[in-house]
């Protein structure tokens, strides 16, 4: 596997974390069956493509990446669906983190 399809591998796993967040949320203390089997084959699924992007990718990159894209992907599922708080912070927040995860992908070998 060449790390063009690492990094969509890591992408994927990324969004796949967000996807896990929002079942384990819509379980409900996992008192839901349906999100809750959801949740377990999310979880499978984001471990399975985290693992292949780490074939090829450097752990420490991999996994800073991997951690913001979950990170930022919930914070705005949680402002969209949930209405969390947007406030200047948080998003001033995203963007520092956004901007970490594009250093790390630039940077990356």
Known sequence: MGSTMAWAFLILSGLLDVAWAVSVKMADGYSRLTWSILSFALLAAFVYALGKALQVLPLGTAYA??????????????????????????????????????GLKLTSS
């Open 65 to 102: 990446v991997w951690t913001g894209v979950g990170a930022v992907g919930s914070i705005v599922v949680g402002i969209v669906i949930f209405r969390e708080p947007a406030t200047f912070v948080r998003l001033f927040c995203i963007a520092v983190t956004l901007s970490g995860i594009i």
